[in-house]
């Protein structure tokens, strides 16, 4: 599986954006599918996830703000980020797994996209 993220630019804080990352290969509807992000100097921040039956997961930071989606038909994952504040400034990377994570937040997963850019000013 290949994963190509993209959407990412700069954007006022309390606007909105809308990731997406399409993937390559087969049987994408089984796999399962996150977003995470890592500003610079701090670690990679789960950000999301989405399962192979479509179950929803978001980190603390983001809840009630930012919505995962998957639109199987065209093998995309999506990232609605509304209501953006400075400290969402990071590198947002799509990431995939064959089997359910053991931990949404940490993992496993087989597959990394190659991260976007989103710049949140104030």
């Known amino acids: 599986v290949q994963l190509q993220a993209s959407g990412g630019g700069l954007v006022q804080a309390g606007g909105s954006l809308r990731l997406s990352c399409a993937a390559s290969g087969r049987i994408f509807s089984a796999y399962n599918l996150g977003w995470f992000r890592q500003a610079p100097g701090k670690e990679r921040e789960f950000v999301g996830a989405v399962s192979w039956r479509g179950d929803t997961y978001y980190g603390d930071s983001v809840k009630d703000r930012f919505t995962i989606s998957r639109d199987n038909a065209v093998n995309t994952v999506y990232l609605q980020m509304n209501s953006l504040k400075p400290e969402d400034t990071a590198v947002y990377y799509c990431?995939?797994?064959?089997?359910?994570?053991?931990?949404?937040?940490?993992?496993?997963?087989?597959?990394w996209g190659q991260g976007t850019q989103v710049t949140v000013s104030s």
């Open positions: 990431t995939a797994a064959w089997r359910i994570p053991n931990n949404w937040y940490t993992g496993p997963y087989d597959y």
